[in-house]
Nanobody, 125 residues
């Protein structure tokens, strides 16, 4: 059974930082993509960032470029999302998801097969 477990969410003030973690188990593929998504109250879920296991290639949505950084430890099947300079508009439930490569639209949730339960991030002004 494939499981993804997010951790590291919390409440911070604007300008602060958080590091999210996504631990994956039961997923035995060598070439896969892990995406980070978020959903704010009353809004659709949106892709934030992603990383490919084989070559470490990454993508970011424009609003987080230069503030967020995704990284991975393939041996531990763990992916991190370092979030700096947080803004109130970053407040959302953050999810990680994974799917087997090829994934063509890496910030599109429809491309992903397995999802975690999410972790809340709240940024106050």
């Amino acid at each position: 059974e494939v499981q993804l477990v997010e951790s590291g969410g919390g409440s911070v003030q604007a300008g602060g930082s958080l590091r999210l973690r996504c631990e994956i188990s039961g997923f035995n593929f060598d070439d896969y993509v892990v995406g980070w998504f978020r959903q704010a109250p009353g809004k659709e879920r949106e892709g934030v960032s992603c990383i490919r296991s084989r070559d470490g290639s990454t993508e970011y949505r424009d609003s987080v470029k230069g503030r967020f950084a995704v990284s991975s430890d393939n041996a531990k099947k763990t992916v991190y999302l370092q979030m700096n300079s947080l803004k109130p508009e970053d407040t959302a439930v953050y999810y990680c998801a994974t799917g087997v490569f090829p994934i063509f639209r890496r910030l599109d949730e429809i491309e992903y097969d397995y999802w975690g339960q999410g972790t809340q991030v709240t940024v106050s002004s």
